[in-house]
């Protein structure tokens, strides 16, 4: 497999080019997987999805006026009604403005996990892939030491470390907390992906053109390496975007996420779990936003993936 450019060009658009009636024009990678995207209607229902949602995080008062931290002891488990079409939790909150509302801190944290492990894997892939040898070594195998440890055990062990049980927490520091502890226990897959992404770049033809000209190892990573290893590490953001969410409602559950008086969906999950027999629509659907959001990432992530995946073509 040869690089014809070093733009975005892989094998799999080079061998879509030709001279015969079959041949189809291509602009590059970027190009080529914006066509595949656009022709799937996976990738059209998940951005509708993801789209809402995102304007739900943004204008949560387009859907409700109602404040999710208003409660009435009175109407405690009331069932749905017109002034509450959800019903009401143990504590009398209205529970479709809490759902609501719960949309932004739950997609804050998938995107800033998503961001911080995107950004620390590749930083960590490339130097491994780009640099080899020892340094290759070292990378790898302080990598294996935080992809050894187990999720849970993981986040129970970093955020009772900084909170004390019973203890107060504002909501930034909750936030960052929880962000910052997905991102330590889930970076080495994105440096994997992105040391093998870079492994393969190193070889190829334009990548030893740049250097036989003099150019730096800064400029061959950023203007080389870089923009030919993006494809893998864009689908597994994309993906790790609706686990992220997923794992966030787990450790709310746990009691060691999310916590009031910070709405989340993982957080109502976990305040509807001691009376879900009473309580059923507590649960129910704040459970439903999570799923549909983790299923439209990770929808959208299967259609990135397949669109972007030369060799799958």
Same mark, same amino acid.
């Given at each position: 497999?040869?690089?014809? +450019?070093?733009?975005?060009? *892989?094998? /799999?658009?080079? #061998? !879509?080019? &030709? @001279?015969?009636?079959?041949?189809?024009?291509? %602009?590059?990678?970027?190009?080529?997987?914006?066509?595949?995207?656009?022709?799937?209607?996976?990738?059209?229902?998940?951005?509708?999805?993801?789209?809402?949602?995102?304007?739900?995080?943004?204008?949560?008062?387009?859907?409700?006026?109602?404040?999710?931290?208003?409660?009435?002891?009175?109407?405690?488990?009331?069932?749905?009604?017109?002034?509450?079409?959800?019903?009401?939790?143990?504590?009398?909150?209205?529970?479709?403005?809490?759902?609501?509302?719960? +949309?932004?801190?739950?997609? *804050?944290? /998938?995107?800033? #996990? !998503?961001? &911080? @492990?995107?950004?620390?894997?590749?930083?960590? %892939?490339?130097?491994?892939?780009?640099?080899?040898?020892?340094?290759?070594?070292?990378?790898?195998?302080?990598?294996?030491?935080?992809?050894?440890?187990?999720?849970?055990?993981?986040?129970?062990?970093?955020?009772?470390?900084?909170?004390?049980?019973?203890?107060?927490?504002?909501?930034?520091?909750?936030?960052?907390?929880?962000?910052?502890?997905?991102?330590?226990?889930?970076?080495?897959?994105?440096?994997?992906?992105?040391?093998?992404?870079?492994?393969? +770049?190193?070889?190829?033809?334009?990548?030893?053109?740049?250097?036989?000209? &003099?150019?730096?190892?800064?400029?061959?990573?950023?203007?080389?390496?870089?923009?030919?290893?993006?494809?893998?590490?864009?689908?597994?953001?994309?993906?790790?975007?609706?686990?992220?969410?997923?794992?966030?409602?787990?450790?709310?559950?746990?009691?060691?996420?999310?916590?009031?008086?910070?709405?989340?969906?993982?957080?109502?999950?976990?305040?509807?779990?001691?009376?879900?027999?009473?309580?059923?629509?507590?649960?129910?659907?704040?459970?439903?936003?999570?799923?549909?959001?983790?299923?439209?990432?990770?929808?959208?992530?299967?259609?990135?993936?397949?669109?972007?995946?030369?060799? &799958?073509?």
């Amino acid at each position: 497999m040869t690089e014809t +450019a070093p733009g975005l060009r *892989t094998a /799999g658009a080079a #061998a !879509s080019t &030709g @001279t015969g009636p079959d041949a189809e024009p291509t %602009g590059g990678l970027w190009a080529d997987g914006w066509d595949q995207l656009r022709h799937r209607p996976l990738f059209w229902i998940a951005s509708t999805l993801i789209g809402v949602l995102l304007v739900m995080a943004l204008f949560p008062t387009l859907f409700t006026s109602v404040d999710p931290q208003a409660a009435d002891l009175a109407l405690s488990g009331a069932d749905p009604s017109p002034d509450a079409i959800f019903g009401r939790d143990l504590q009398g909150h209205d529970i479709y403005a809490r759902a609501i509302h719960g +949309a932004a801190p739950t997609l *804050t944290v /998938g995107l800033l #996990a !998503s961001l &911080g @492990t995107v950004v620390l894997g590749s930083v960590a %892939g490339l130097a491994a892939g780009y640099v080899g040898g020892w340094g290759d070594s070292v990378i790898s195998r302080f990598a294996e030491v935080f992809a050894g440890l187990p999720f849970i055990l993981g986040g129970i062990v970093i955020l009772t470390t900084f909170n004390k049980p019973g203890q107060i927490v504002g909501e930034v520091r909750i936030v960052t907390q929880v962000v910052l502890t997905i991102v330590v226990l889930s970076w080495p897959l994105a440096m994997r992906i992105m040391r093998a992404a870079a492994l393969e +770049a190193v070889q190829q033809d334009y990548v030893k053109a740049a250097r036989a000209l &003099g150019a730096g190892p800064w400029r061959i990573v950023a203007r080389h390496i870089l923009p030919n290893t993006l494809a893998p590490v864009l689908v597994f953001a994309t993906i790790q975007f609706g686990v992220f969410i997923g794992a966030e409602a787990t450790l709310s559950f746990l009691g060691i996420g999310l916590r009031d008086p910070v709405v989340s969906w993982g957080v109502m999950i976990s305040e509807a779990q001691e009376r879900v027999a009473d309580i059923p629509q507590a649960l129910f659907f704040p459970a439903a936003f999570l799923v549909v959001a983790v299923l439209a990432f990770v929808m959208l992530g299967d259609a990135v993936r397949d669109a972007f995946d030369p060799r &799958g073509r």
